[in-house]
């Protein structure tokens, strides 16, 4: 799971995925933006001026070797929506409503962007085909990370067991002190694997594990255990690197993160 660095665009990789597809989740340095959006923002919604988001887009692209008008990404909604690119979107309005997004074009790249919640990558190495999901509390316990799996079974024959998942960096469980109607929430949704997921620290409130409902979420989607990597780095404690809009109290830019087929 190594940082690589591309004229100042700093990134992070997966092993699993590292000689499958290209692929990035790219930290918050190299980029344009003045503060509080310092300095790689690639979210057009946060305050930050339109055209310094479209070059630090065109900047994490271009250190992948991905055409920045191969980008297709969704307006995300905290939903389990999932939409199929059949060829790239690449504006800064974004029209379709989804937290996944599908592919096995080798001309689109899939783009995401997070400031605390979790980014997670797929790949179908037998049916190559490529997914990307945005998995905040409200996404994880709707299992938006299963609805992409379903989407790539239904779409492109793709066998769970054979799909490799990354889980990339997002609030950690020491940071994500939740209420109870998140308790709430995640129970119903994953019975009594559910209290695995919560841990009581210093105060009344419990910590909700993201990282570990989506692992178990994508599990009982069907994936191997030995096909799915996790960064386990939180946002909130290092904010040197990436964006957290609970660190950083709702005044912050977003991360970007993209996964695409090789030719």
Known sequence: MPFQTVDGIRYLTFDLLSEQVTHAVFTRQGGLSPDPWASLNVGGTVGDDTPRVRENRFRAFRALGRDPH????????HSADVVIATAPHDSIPRELKADGIITDNLDVTLFMRFADCTPILLYDPRHP??????A???GTVRKAASAAVAAMQAAYGSDPADILAAIGPSIGPDHYEVGPEVVEQATHAFGADASSLFHQNSGPRSHFDLWAANRLALRQAGLQEQNIETAGICTACNPQDWYSHRGQKGKTGRFGA???LRG
């Not at 191969?70 to 909604?77: I, K, N």
Request: overall charge negative.
């Open 70 to 77: 191969s980008m297709f990404d969704v307006w995300q909604v």
């Open 136 to 138: 905040g509390w409200l």
């Open 129 to 134: 085909a490529v997914g990307i999901v945005h």
């Open 258 to 260: 993209l996964i695409a």
